[in-house]
């Protein structure tokens, strides 16, 4: 079965410092790969995907994120967080069989001025 | 317009109440999902269904009940909900198997 670890629930960030979000998951094949976020109350908004193909990939927002398939690790970067960033994240994994997406349970990020 | 849309917003209902949720998508896709969210828990995908048919029920008790009459329209129908119920609902849709889901803006579902 496929998993997704989000191992801290919450992060604080300066305004202006760098982020980055870690993620792992367990997948027994090529794993299709996702980040969303989500403001209070709001739905999910995808920031970015990783299918095949290069391993960096851009989003929106300014974010990125590294597929390293040796550490099962999807973790989500961006080099200087807004407060407008301050929402929570979350990883998913999924296959190709109707988007059963699994999600990690997210973490939190506080943008401090 | 937004890609999918969830109504209501918010939901108080009572445990002896029928109330049912909505979701609209105008992406044209043929998949759509109920997801739930409660609080420190993961997103749980209640049910999905694809070109109309229920392919999966993720051991959702009967007090939800979805309907999807057409491709671009799905509900949930709650009759009879616990409080532990309370959570945000989530729709979503893709196109086929194709696993990138689009999410709506959640109904906030409170049973008192």
């Keep these: ?8 629930i919450h992060i604080t960030v300066s305004e202006g410092a760098s ?5 792992n998951y367990s997948y027994g094949a ?8 989500q403001s209070p109350g709001q739905g999910l908004q995808l920031l970015l995907k990783y299918f095949s193909g290069d391993t960096l990939v851009q989003g929106i927002k300014g974010f990125e994120a590294e597929f390293k398939r040796s550490q099962s690790s999807f973790n989500l970067r961006k080099p200087s967080v807004h407060w407008s960033d301050a929402a929570e994240y979350f990883c998913a994994v999924g296959n190709s069989g109707y988007s059963t997406l699994t999600f990690g349970k997210g973490t939190m990020l506080l943008v401090s001025p | 317009e937004t890609g999918v849309t969830q109504t209501p917003r918010h939901l108080v209902m009572g445990m002896t109440n029928k109330k049912s949720l909505k979701c609209e998508q105008h992406l044209g896709h043929n998949a759509m999902y109920w997801y739930k969210q409660s609080a420190k828990k993961p997103l749980e995908l209640m049910f999905v269904y694809s070109l109309e048919e229920r392919v999966e029920n993720n051991s959702v008790p009967s007090r939800f009940s979805p309907e999807c009459p057409n491709s671009s329209h799905l509900f949930l129908h709650l009759h009879t909900l616990q409080p532990e119920d309370s959570a945000l609902y989530l729709c979503a849709s893709s196109q086929g198997t194709w696993p990138e889901a689009f999410f709506g803006q959640g109904t906030r579902l409170t049973v008192v």
């Excluded at chain 1, 982020?19 to 993620?23: A, D, F, G, I, T």
């Design chain 1, 1 to 8: 079965a496929q998993s997704v670890t989000q191992p801290d």
């Design chain 1, 30 to 37: 090529t794993p299709y790969l996702f980040w969303y976020v």
């Design chain 1, 19 to 23: 982020l980055e979000l870690r993620c």
